[in-house]
């Protein structure tokens, strides 16, 4: 199967978008969200978004996404109305799905599982992940040894061996490319500092004693080695334990049939005989990598701490350095340097004009003009955040029960509540309400607040 026949086409564009920090940033709230909830509401996972990259969404600009998706350009005004959008970017782009659940109108978030792969992929990429080589060797010797206390499990041991002996591999090429990685960054580098720093803060600490030293001093390996090799070699060599296993999988309809079955089973025998037979000349091809990097981190530091010593030498460095201010700077402290100039008949030189002072004028004071357009954007974005509707259901809860409330009765916790309190007094005055505000004299104290002392009263209740 082709890769897009099984993913969206435009899956990968939110990567390559001039706001693939955000769109990155929002996947992985998405996949935190898949870990700790099994089902995602939407209005959850807004808030979410929302609450983790408020900053983030409230200075994204998605014009150009809107014109692609064909979306009004009022669609993603406002700290709401964009982290909406977003959610729909990843929508439209394949990385969600909508659903509603059964009986209702409630949408729900579903994820496919390869927005979950790509999502633990780009998070693993983004994480300084330790690999436990030696949990590979020992996982791949607890399943094969289960079988002897267990045979109507081989298959599964099998299958959990060959995975684990593939991935302790990769592992250990990775391992073995990294240390080049490293090895090029030094060579790309010539000052002292930044040697040391990349050998002992970088190398050292991020691979040698994370990675590379627990793989040489803990027994894994060599300790489990020939016991894998005793067991597989066992297993190939019975036609009774090859015919169960082939037997095993293919009711669990993983083989076609019993020859299919018989030819992956020694397949997976031999890969994983292959691999400890060879591990040990994978290590030691390592070794040698982390070697020839060490004495070249070395030869380049000393080089770099003999390089011209002389006054031309020191001179050059600092020259190099001019432009950085903390160099110049402590080159001005450290060097007197003085500025000499003298007057004679050849200079250009004119008398300095001295004139009365004046009175001067006050500057007269501006009355500024209120821009009515400017006011009604800062209303309307206000109306989109806090609907009629969401004022409505505000005041509703403030009634419960209850024909009409004061002020002194409300209990305010946060700022939302305390935005909705003030805006249900401009409501309560619109015919389209089904409750009335009555203004008292003078404010009241509530939670810190300082609220005018009102009378809230549903329409018709005496």
């Not at 030094?186 to 720093?197: A, K, Q, T």
């Not at 005989?273 to 004495?295: A, C, F, P, V, W």
Request: with cysteine; proline share 2%.
């Amino acid at each position: 199967m082709e890769l897009f026949d099984r993913i969206p086409e435009d899956f990968f564009r939110v990567l390559t978008s001039s706001k693939k920090d955000l769109y990155v940033a929002a996947i992985m709230v998405l996949r935190q969200a898949f870990k700790t909830e099994l089902i995602i509401r939407k209005t959850d996972f807004v808030a979410m978004l929302i609450n983790t990259l408020e900053n983030r969404i409230l200075l994204a600009d998605f014009s150009e996404e809107s014109d692609e998706l064909g979306a009004s350009a009022e669609d993603g005004e406002g700290l709401s109305g964009k982290a909406y959008f977003l959610l729909r970017v990843l929508k439209e782009r394949g990385w969600i799905t909508i659903e509603y659940e059964p009986g209702s109108f409630t949408e729900n978030i579903s994820v496919p599982d390869y927005s979950i792969a790509t999502a633990d992929l780009l998070y693993n990429l983004s994480e300084d992940r330790v690999s436990e080589y030696n949990g590979y060797v020992y996982a791949t010797y607890a399943s094969l040894k289960s079988c002897d206390d267990n045979p109507d499990y081989r298959f599964q041991a099998l299958s959990a061996a060959h995975t684990n002996s593939s991935q302790l591999i990769t592992e250990l090429k990775s391992l073995y490319n990294n240390i080049g990685h490293y090895y090029q960054r030094i060579l790309n580098e010539s000052d002292v500092n930044s040697l040391l720093r990349e050998h002992f803060d970088n190398y050292r600490e991020q691979l040698f004693d994370a990675i590379y030293y627990p793989l040489k001093t803990i027994d894994s390996v060599p300790r489990f080695r020939h016991p894998i090799l005793s067991i597989v070699h066992s297993w190939e060599v019975s036609d009774e334990i090859i015919e169960s296993i082939a037997e095993q999988g293919v009711k669990r309809k993983v083989f076609a049939d019993m020859d299919s079955g018989r030819e992956q089973t020694l397949e997976m025998l031999l890969d994983i005989g292959e691999t400890y037979e060879k591990i040990e000349n994978l290590i030691s091809q390592i070794d040698n990598k982390h070697t020839e990097y060490t004495r070249a981190s070395i030869e380049k530091i000393r080089y770099a701490l003999n390089v011209d010593r002389s006054i031309k030498g020191k001179l050059v460095q600092l020259l190099k350095a001019s432009n950085n201010e903390a160099v110049s700077s402590a080159m001005q402290g450290a060097v007197n340097l003085y500025s000499h100039s003298f007057v004679d008949s050849q200079s250009a030189y004119n008398r300095i004009k001295r004139t009365a002072r004046s009175e001067g004028k006050a500057i007269a004071i501006e009355t500024r003009e209120e821009n009515a357009e400017l006011m009604a954007g800062f209303l309307r974005d206000i109306r989109k955040q806090y609907s009629n509707k969401k004022i409505d259901t505000y005041v509703h809860s403030l009634l419960g029960e209850r024909h009409s409330i004061s002020t002194i009765d409300v209990s305010i916790s946060d700022s939302n509540e305390f935005i909705l309190f003030l805006l249900c007094t401009v409501r309560g005055r619109e015919k389209g309400a089904d409750y009335t505000v009555d203004f008292k004299s003078g404010y009241v104290d509530c939670m810190g607040y300082n609220l005018p002392d009102i009378t809230i009263s549903r329409k018709g209740d005496k």
